[in-house]
């Protein structure tokens, strides 16, 4: 390898790194900490490491000292079960849990398979392996390493746009959005800025007592921030949107609140990370994109679903993959576009997923969930469109004979609001007496 | 629907939700921020209010896209015929 790898802190730089409530940690803090941890790795050997933790401050000294000893790091999803947690824990023989506490576990000699990578020049280059959300069913973990995911943030000119830039952090830090925007606000000398409470009114508050500057979140984010944020309260100088199509009604509102913000929109896929960038404050992109490359990337549609070729796609899946790589290095996405005038739209997912806020929710995982419960003998998850989240959970049941029906919804209910994210909750409920079946056997 | 109704309804329908959460139920006016801590709902038991005021009143006011509000008292604005 030819540069030195880890993150650009360096001992002696008093500057913030982290912020929540009224308490910091400073950039040489985290060197400090992050030093502590490599010197740990190195000392005993340790090449698997996991970190579990919703605090950046962990995630970042997982990130930076992992890379600098070359060990291999899971980054548990925060909205994952304990014991799911538990089992890739065991499953991928983690060695150190990173979090609160750093813990040590015992494991098995690790096998042929599972060895560190290796670089062009034979060199072990650290991964570092993140995981899709969701409470139900396996997670999907996707392959990186730091230099990787440094590439995309440095192409993605967050980080020239915005030196020493104060970011709220409205994702998941353990999300591949949280570890981007985390990313950024290191490589550009910048402030991360953490809710107390992952509230509308906390994210506000957060944002007003460090005048925050620069916010990434979906649009669904963007349109409760808008309602809990009161006119002129903030000056904001980036606002990104991603994680879901964003809508012009929205975009426009954003322009009016916020005059003198630069508005982007992104788009991107686990495969690929960021694929592009709009700033025109239009939906969409500009049509003159399926034509020639553009910020390095080319697009086209090929039944009306957007297909991508990009030089930062990501390594590869430990587990399976989510969308098809197609000849020639092409990605195939579900995003079904239509083109209107010079802008192409993305009108949204092709397959069944639902996205509720930008978090994605697969309607067999919840049926299979609902199908588990006492009583329920079929049933049925959809979307629902919603102007505030995008889609909301929709489920139809269909009932055991001799239940009283609203009793078994409440319980139901309850079930739910219990064992699944808060996203994944249905929230239109209807008992019914049977659920539709097309002529090719599945639900309709 | 006059406001007034309406505004008897996201009464209720809040309520509910609340019960739901676990939570005390708040009496709220027109002019309660619906996002601005007092009520304990976040986005997506905004989005189920909107949802259900659709069922109650039979209107989509959110048809042609987004439209900003923060009280209760907008939101009911939103549904008056």
Redesign the interface.
């Given at each position: 390898m030819t540069t030195a790898p880890g993150l650009p802190l360096e001992a002696g730089d008093g500057a913030a790194l982290v912020a929540r409530g009224a308490a910091v940690v400073s950039r040489e803090e985290l060197r400090r900490r992050s030093d502590e941890l490599a010197e740990r790795l190195r000392q005993e050997g340790i090449g698997r490491v996991m970190v579990v933790s919703d605090d950046p401050v962990d995630v970042l000294r997982a990130i930076d000292a992992c890379a600098r000893a070359g060990a291999d790091l899971w980054v548990a999803h925060t909205n994952l079960p304990g014991a799911m947690v538990e089992e890739l824990s065991r499953e991928f023989r983690v060695q150190l849990q990173i979090g609160a506490q750093d813990e040590a576990r015992s494991v098995a000699a690790p096998t042929a398979d599972t060895e560190p990578a290796t670089d062009g020049d034979g060199a072990p280059q650290a991964r570092i392996f993140m995981m899709t959300s969701g409470t139900t069913g396996r997670p999907k973990v996707a392959t990186h390493t730091l230099g990787s995911l440094l590439a995309k943030v440095r192409t993605s000119a967050s980080v020239s746009a915005n030196r020493e830039g104060r970011w709220l952090l409205t994702y998941q830090p353990t999300g591949f959005a949280g570890v981007q925007v985390m990313l950024t606000a290191a490589l550009s000398h910048g402030l991360i800025v953490v809710p107390e409470e992952r509230s509308p009114q906390g994210f506000f508050e957060a944002a007003r007592r460090w005048e925050v500057a620069q916010i990434s979140g979906t649009p669904t984010f963007w349109r409760s921030f808008l309602m809990a944020t009161p006119p002129g309260a903030l000056e904001l100088r980036q606002i990104t949107l991603g994680g879901e199509a964003v809508d012009q009604a929205t975009l426009d509102r954003l322009k009016e609140r916020f005059p003198t913000a630069r508005i982007t929109h992104i788009y991107a896929s686990t495969e690929a990370g960021v694929v592009f960038a709009v700033h025109d404050g239009l939906e969409g992109f500009p049509k003159s994109w399926l034509e020639q490359p553009v910020q390095g990337v080319e697009l086209r549609l090929r039944d009306d679903l957007l297909q991508i070729k990009t030089p930062n796609a990501m390594q590869g899946y430990l587990t399976e993959a989510a969308q098809p790589l197609l000849e020639g290095g092409w990605v195939a996405t579900a995003d079904r576009c239509e083109i209107v005038g010079d802008r192409v739209r993305i009108l949204g997912r092709q397959d069944s997923t639902i996205n509720v806020g930008g978090s994605k929710v697969y309607p067999l995982a919840i049926e299979g969930f609902l199908l588990g419960l006492p009583g329920v003998v079929e049933a049925k998850v959809y979307a629902v469109p919603n102007p505030i989240s995008g889609a909301l959970v929709g489920a139809d049941v269909v009932l055991a004979p001799g239940s009283e029906p609203s009793e078994a919804k409440k319980a139901i209910l309850a079930r739910c609001r219990a064992e699944l994210a808060t996203y994944q909750v249905p929230r239109v409920f209807r008992v019914v007496d049977a659920i539709q079946v097309g002529t090719s056997g599945k639900k309709g | 629907m006059e406001k007034q109704e309406i505004l008897s309804a996201i009464q209720k329908l809040v309520a509910d939700i609340l019960e739901?959460?676990g939570l005390d139920v708040v009496t709220l006016d027109a002019s309660t921020?619906?996002?601005?801590?007092e009520l304990g709902i976040?986005?997506?038991d905004?989005?189920?209010l909107?949802?259900e005021l659709e069922e109650t009143t039979g209107r989509d006011p959110?048809s042609?896209?987004?439209?900003?509000?923060?009280t209760a008292g907008e939101l009911a604005d939103l549904y008056v015929r």
């Open positions: - | 739901q959460k921020e619906l996002l601005g801590g976040d986005s997506l905004l989005a189920t909107v949802r959110f042609e896209g987004f439209i900003e509000f923060r």
